[in-house]
């Protein structure tokens, strides 16, 4: 039974950093792609980051430069290092597994078969 849990998250002000961790479990993930989602109260879930079991990386543009998503594989683990949060940041994080081919696809919630519960994340101005 695959099993993701995120934790990591919390409230902070504009400014500060967050890491994010994901420990995943239940079989081998060495070769998925994973990925971090967020979901606003009334909002729809947006992508935030994916990363290939090789490492190749890409984010959202909402994100890009301040948010960087990495894995260790060895571990099992995914980590999102979340920099100059900003109140638009405050979400739900959640992680996710694909065992969809790399690409940019992965922008999609659709292509990841299975996510954590995930993690509050609150930025106060």
């Known amino acids: 039974q695959v099993q993701l849990v995120e934790s990591g998250g919390g409230l902070v002000q504009t400014g500060a950093s967050l890491r994010l961790s994901c420990a995943a479990s239940?079989?081998?993930?060495?070769?998925?792609?994973m990925g971090w989602f967020r979901q606003a109260p009334g909002k729809e879930r947006e992508f935030v980051a994916a990363?290939?079991?090789?490492?190749?990386?890409f984010s959202s543009n909402s994100v890009k430069g301040r948010f960087t998503i990495s894995r260790d594989n060895a571990r099992n683990m995914v980590y999102l290092q979340m920099n100059s949060l900003k109140p638009e940041d405050t979400a739900v994080y959640h992680c996710?597994?694909?065992?969809?081919?790399?690409?940019?696809?992965?922008?999609?919630?659709?292509?990841?078969?299975?996510w954590g519960q995930g993690t509050q994340v609150t930025v106060s101005t």
């Open positions: 996710a597994v694909s065992t969809s081919e790399w690409g940019p696809r992965l922008a999609s919630y659709e292509e990841y078969t299975w």
């Open positions: 239940g079989r081998t993930f060495s070769k998925d792609q």
């Open positions: 990363i290939a079991w090789h490492g190749n990386r």
